[in-house]
Structures are given as C-alpha cells and as structure tokens.
C-alpha cells in the first residue's frame, strides 16, 4: 500500500508558518508595549522630581522668572506624560488585535491538525483492511492446499 499523504499538508505548513508570524509579531508589540511603559514610569518619575523641585523654588526666595520656567516645564511634561499614555493605549489595542490574530491562526492550525489525524486514522483502517484481506486470502490458500492434500 502507498505510504500516508496528507492531502492538505501544504496548506497545514502554510498555517504554521503564519501562525509563527503572527507570535513573533505578538512578542514583538509585547516588547514596545513594556518600552513604552517604561517610559511613562521615567517621565513620571521626572515629573515627581521636578514637583518637588517647584516647591523647593517657592519656599525659596519668590523668583518668578525661575518658577515660570518650572511651570512652563511642569506643563510639557504633563503633555508628553499624555502622549505616551495616548502611545500605550494604541500599543495596548494593537496587542488585543495580534492576540486575536494568534487564536485564530491556531485554531485553523488546529482544525487542520485534526483532519491531518482523521486522514491519518482512514488510512490505518485502510492497511489494517487490506492486511487482514491478505491474512485471509493467504489463509484460503493454505487450506485449499491442506484441503486438497487430505483428499
């Protein structure tokens, strides 16, 4: 009997290969999305460190030019705090999006998998069948033989 083939194995490689993909574009998202927080933790920080700065230059001598300047500052990072929190959540909406695209990646994967295996199981009944015809026919012709030898 020819060997087992899966009809639609090229197809199933062409899953796992884009399955693949999708993962690594998935670790990939995963990696900016943790830069991306760390920069807002690094802003934020800079932010704390510089509030405390402001309080520092008011209970100093009253330097309005130097307490414009803080303020000016306080207020761009408050901006650039809100772009990277504005960064993040479009990461965030990407990552939902690649997580959906692995799930059913694998699930064609696996729908695949599951008629590979069916296929797999057709095709063992199959040698199963044709071996016991074998078994038989070699069986009928051992006992015409002994039949014939008894007469």
Do not use: C, P
């Amino acid at each position: 009997m020819r060997k087992f083939t899966f009809t639609l194995e090229s197809v199933l490689q062409v899953k796992y290969r884009l399955e693949e993909r999708v993962r690594a574009e998935l670790a990939d998202t995963q990696s900016r999305l943790v830069e991306a927080q760390q920069a807002l933790r690094r802003l934020s920080q800079e932010k704390g460190r510089h509030q405390k700065e402001m309080v520092r230059i008011q209970q100093g001598a009253l330097d309005i030019g130097s307490l414009l300047l803080a303020q000016d500052y306080l207020a761009q990072l408050n901006r650039r705090i809100q772009d990277q929190q504005e960064v993040i959540a479009q990461i965030e909406a990407e990552l939902d999006r690649k997580r959906e695209e692995l799930v059913e990646a694998q699930r064609e994967r696996k729908s695949l998998e599951i008629l590979k295996d069916k296929q797999w199981q057709e095709y063992q009944k199959a040698v199963q069948r044709e071996e016991q015809l074998f078994l038989d026919e070699v069986a009928a012709i051992r006992y015409g033989r002994l039949g014939s030898d008894n007469q």
